[in-house]
């Protein structure tokens, strides 16, 4: 029982390392040619405060083209999925577009530690990280970065559509 357990649990890492190499062909992670372009324009270290190698993009692009096993690492979750350095890599490396489906994987195959989801219908949302980054910015309203745009239209969409029909019933009226 519990080597049947130890060996699905092997599998689906495996399936989950398989699955990244895929997306790492499919952006073009491998033809990374070292310049740097993409770490200069990345808004990641103005966020995250001084720029430390081993978070820059370059660095993680490297680091998951030669050592893709190195997946618990929270620094794979601080992209801001921007695609300004996929618009500026000249080997034509889409970061941004790995990132996403990265994200979507490790979630799916149940590495969940660093995301954050919809506090009403569990969508993932965006990075924990990000989140902590937005709250600092909100004044008062940070609430509503817990709930998903659909959670939020489905809530206060009633509220809102009443506000607008006392609206225009208050326009007729006058
Ligand atoms: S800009 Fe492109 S080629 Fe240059 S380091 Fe970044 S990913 Fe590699
Ligand atoms: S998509 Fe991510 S890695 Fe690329 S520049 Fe934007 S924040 Fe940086």
């Known amino acids: 029982m519990e080597s049947a357990k130890k060996q699905s649990k092997e599998s689906v890492e495996q ?25 200069a324009v990345c808004p990641m270290v103005r966020v995250y405060g001084e720029y430390v190698h081993n978070r820059g993009t370059r660095s993680i692009v490297e680091r998951l ?57 569990g969508a993932y949302l965006m990075p924990k990280r990000q989140l902590e980054v937005l709250k600092t910015t909100m004044n008062g309203t940070a609430d509503l970065l817990y709930e998903c745009p659909n959670c939020k239209k489905n809530r206060h969409g009633a509220v809102l559509f009443k506000l607008s029909s006392k609206g225009r019933s208050f326009t007729l009226q006058t």
Not at 77 to 90: G, H, Q, R, S, V
């Open 65 to 121: 083209s030669f050592d893709p096993e190195g997946l618990a690492d929270e620094t794979l979750w601080y992209c801001l999925a921007c695609k300004e350095c996929t618009f500026f890599c000249p080997s034509g490396v889409d970061f941004q577009n790995f990132m996403m489906g990265f994200r979507e994987l490790m979630i799916s195959h149940g590495h969940k530690e660093y995301a954050h989801f919809c506090s009403q219908c």
């Open 15 to 39: 399936e989950l390392t398989s699955g990244i190499r895929i997306l790492m062909e499919k952006n073009r992670l491998t033809a990374c040619l070292d310049c740097g372009k993409c770490s």
